[in-house]
């Protein structure tokens, strides 16, 4: 069923832009293979905000091509990675950013795995030391006050006369 | 008249469920036999009528009848005979008879293969299945009724979306569905014993094959819909941790989590109100996935007003049954004896490391999924969480998982040796140390920790491998004693170990395809050739081709390795005139489990046209990975203590028994 949504997601978004074609086009492709590469490895981390949840690495629309083309024509000009995505947040906000960035507002989104991790860890220790077997033979409660002033008087060794 | 025929009997199952989930409940809280037992012939009735519904929503699709709005919307009269089968679940209303045909199938095969549940907890079992029923058929017959007739009964249907005429469709929606629904049970399993306020092992021993038919149904349809995507959208992704996709992983994370509680809890007694938990958290991802997926929330928050009344009727459901689980599980959960202790290091140990990680990963999918809707709801601030972010947190949680994968089946139960299972699995160490040797030696350094995650990969598989050969004493004893015990090895072992193997092929699958893919992108004439890794790929030309409902267009190429030809393959691009939409068919030659992925881009003026090429190494193995896993499930679940039920001394039971 989900991909059935994301079909018809898809094929909606197809009807809207009855022109189909495929993600990157031969055309867009720089001569400086590096560059290139560096070009595809951005794109993978940018939304086409017109599609859901597709990267515009991957997407048929007409917006993704043209922030392909954005893109690199920003690497042609020399700029760094940095600065390609601090480029295309200015002008379309943070939407586009497939990886949300580590600020006050997705700190909850990227603390969660460590947090949540972290406090089960806590909780299982704390399960652990109070019941592995011998913790919770000598567990309170498990013996009652005169049993327990019983043993230790057995324990320090000095019988009831 | 058909249709009214369906209409009517929804509405009896719907009267049938309301019966059902009053009285055999209440019976149970007064002792009454005679309302127990009322259950029984009322889950098998609410199955046939739901299925005589769904019978007469499929004979109105064979039939192309039009007249009625469902079938007028998503059928066309030329469409071939299996795609007017499986088009009856192609869309929202369907879908929805299909979710409650497979309920109500599996509260009739609790009420007639329960013979040996206590009374009380089968009929609570069974009043709780019938209010999720009533939930779901009065979402049906309000708010998506399939039977809805047209007034002018239009010539043609407006036909079935294009994307969904596959094969891909007659499989992967049941399947999932089956895994989704199966969930259903052990919620109402969890639920009764909360109700109850009694829980013990031959619980779990009721739940586990429940469970583990859900995970193996929801293995194998996300692995279905993952294959599906990645032949069909033309771009060769196979997963894209698109919300939709982590609607159906998240009840799958909880689900492999549960099987693995479930299991401590059966042979030790312990971890049980963490079981009940995690039942009840798997039913509701699984009502999340099937529900925010139809609602459109996830997309985004204003696409739910489309349709304000199925929103807020699904928003009631969705609070009703997750808030109603939980809340029960607060209120009655502490009932609950825990029993059973252990060392940290033990099998239950190792089983608890396991919920740790596969909870966590779950939870951080939940967050990353819906974070952006509630940002937005909160702030109105609009972000994206995609791969990436799923990626570099999801992955790393994963990955002490699987590295002490082959460490748990090892280990004793209550105390056990981990520096004697390390000296047992020295073995696998060496191997997987030769994987990535070799890996480093043949194809270099690369993506730098794909030689690691090779041997990570390698390393589960043949820990499912000494986890055998351990138990059956292979080159320890005479070979002919080695395989009486393997075969006399209870088959929830067997189960294990596939299961685990299917793990490490999948991941050695996905750690292929992308560290090791190629790829090509050009535009070719008619005559010209490309090449990619030892490939040729000749251009020979374009066919127009006319299909039942769609006309192709088909790129005819030769693939050739040094002389010799391997195949001819021919992608194509179908357009269909009724919804004026188009298709990309990529086309696809298996060489051992490896992939070519051809797929067709726009065609130009002088005869050129774009294609985007693949080389996929390994792929399949992502796949078939998960086919094993999927077999190592079923033969657990043919395990004979499953098959039995709760094992009795022979002799007390005879002594036990009373004179007739």
């Known amino acids: 069923m989900k991909t059935i949504k994301r079909l018809v997601l898809a094929s909606l978004l197809l009807i ?17 293979p590096a560059l290139e590469a560096r070009a595809r490895v951005l794109s993978r981390e940018l939304r086409c905000m017109v599609c859901q949840n597709q990267s515009i690495d991957d997407s048929d629309a007409p917006l993704a091509r043209d922030l392909r083309i954005l893109v690199r024509e920003r690497l042609t000009a020399g700029d760094n990675d940095r600065q390609v995505i601090d480029f295309l947040v200015a002008r379309y906000g943070e939407f586009v950013l497939l990886k949300p960035r580590l600020a ?56 009831r006369p | 008249m058909i249709a009214e025929l369906g209409h009517y009997a929804l509405v009896l199952a719907l009267g049938l469920a309301l ?74 209303e369907g879908s929805m008879l299909l979710w409650v045909l497979i309920l109500t199938f599996y509260g009739a095969l609790v009420a007639i293969l329960g013979r040996n549940l206590p009374a009380s907890l089968k009929a609570t079992v069974l009043s709780v299945q019938a209010w999720i029923a009533t939930a779901f058929f009065l979402f049906i017959l309000l708010t998506s009724n399939p039977f809805l007739r047209l007034a002018d009964a239009p010539m043609e249907g407006r036909d079935l979306n294009p994307i969904l005429q596959d094969i891909g469709l007659a499989v992967h929606p ?23 306020g009694r829980i013990d092992p031959a619980w779990a021993r009721w739940v586990r094959p429940w469970t583990l038919g859900a995970w193996m149904f929801l293995t194998g349809g996300i692995a279905m819909g993952s294959y599906w995507a990645y032949y069909e959208l033309g771009w060769g992704g196979w997963w894209f941790w698109d919300p939709v996709e982590n609607a159906s992983f998240m009840p799958w994370l909880a689900s492999t989590a549960l099987l693995h509680s479930a299991l401590v809890m059966e042979k030790r007694d312990a971890l049980k109100v963490w079981t009940i938990l995690l039942a009840v958290v798997a039913f509701s ?77 779950c939870a951080t999918v939940f967050v990353g999924t819906l974070y952006p809707l509630l940002l937005e709801a909160a702030t109105g601030g609009k972000i994206s969480v995609g791969a990436p972010f799923f990626n570099n947190t999801f992955g790393p949680l994963m990955a002490p998982v699987l590295i002490a994968m082959p460490f748990g089946p090892l280990l004793a139960w209550k105390r056990g040796d981990l520096l004697g299972v390390a000296q047992r699995l020295v073995a696998a160490f060496a191997v997987s140390a030769i994987a990535v040797a070799a890996t480093f030696a043949f194809e ?54 596939f299961a685990h193997f299917g793990i490490g092929v999948t991941l050695l699958g996905i750690v292929g395809e992308t ?107 992502i796949w078939l990975g998960a086919l094993v896993m999927v077999m190592g499930g079923a033969l657990s679940l043919s395990d004979r203590r499953l098959r039995v039920g709760a094992p009795k001394p022979a002799r007390s039971a005879a002594v036990l028994q009373p004179a007739e």
Not at chain 2, 85 to 90: A, F, L, P, Q, R
Not at chain 2, 307 to 316: H, K, N, Q, S, T
Not at chain 2, 597 to 621: E, M, T
């Open chain 2, 515 to 621: 560290g090791w893919s190629a790829e090509k992108i050009v535009t070719l004439k008619p005559g010209e050739v490309v090449s990619i890794r030892q490939y040729d790929l000749a251009f020979e030309g374009l066919v127009p081709r006319e299909g039942p409902n769609y006309r192709e267009l088909t790129a005819r190429f030769t693939v050739r390795r040094g002389n010799d030809v391997l195949a001819v393959l021919e992608p194509s691009k179908r357009s269909f005139p009724v919804r004026e939409m188009t298709t990309t068919e990529a086309a696809l030659l298996t060489r051992g489990f490896s992939q070519l992925y051809l797929s067709l881009g726009d065609q130009n003026a002088d005869g050129s046209i774009a294609i985007r090429l693949y080389h996929k190494p390994l792929v399949l193995l």
């Open chain 2, 174 to 196: 049941p399947m999932l569905y089956l895994g989704y629904v199966g969930c259903s049970i052990t919620f109402s399993f969890a639920a009764a014993a909360l109700i109850e």
């Open chain 1, 16 to 32: 809207a832009w009855a022109d189909i074609s495929f993600a990157v086009q031969p055309d867009e492709i720089l001569p400086d």
């Open chain 2, 285 to 361: 991802l699984s009502l999340i996935g099937t529900f925010l997926v139809r609602s459109g929330v996830l997309t985004s928050v204003h696409t739910f007003a489309n349709d304000p009344m199925r929103g807020v009727f699904i928003l009631a459901i969705l609070v009703l049954f997750i808030g109603g689980g939980l809340g029960l599980f607060a209120w009655r959960g502490a009932m609950l004896k825990q029993g059973g202790l252990f060392a940290p290091i033990s099998r239950e140990g190792a089983l608890v490391l396991n919920n740790l990680f596969l909870t966590t990963g």
């Open chain 2, 19 to 92: 019966v059902q989930a009053v009285i055999p409940i209440w019976g149970a809280r007064v002792r009454d036999p005679s309302l127990m037992a009322v259950a029984m012939p009322t889950a098998v009735a609410q199955f046939v009528f739901v299925a005589i519904a769904f019978g007469a929503l499929t004979a109105c699709y064979v039939s192309s009848d039009f007249s009625v709005l469902n079938v007028a919307e998503n059928s066309h009269s030329a469409m071939p005979t299996l795609y007017k089968y499986t088009s009856v679940w192609g869309n929202h």
């Open chain 1, 104 to 159: 006050w507002h997705t700190a909850v989104l990227w603390a969660a795995p460590v947090v949540l991790l972290l406090i089960g860890t806590v909780v299982l220790l704390r399960l652990a030391r109070g019941r592995t077997p011998v913790a919770a033979a000598t567990a309170a409660g498990s013996l009652t006050p005169a049993e327990e002033a019983r043993l230790k008087e057995v324990i320090d060794g000095s019988p």
């Open chain 2, 444 to 497: 270099g350094a690369k993506p730098v920790l794909a030689p690691f995650a090779v041997g990570v990969a390698v390393f589960v598989m043949a820990g499912a491998v000494t986890d055998l050969v351990e138990r059956t004493g292979l080159f320890r004893v005479p070979f002919d004693t080695a395989l009486r015990r393997a075969a006399g090895l209870p088959r929830s072992n067997w189960g294990t170990a």
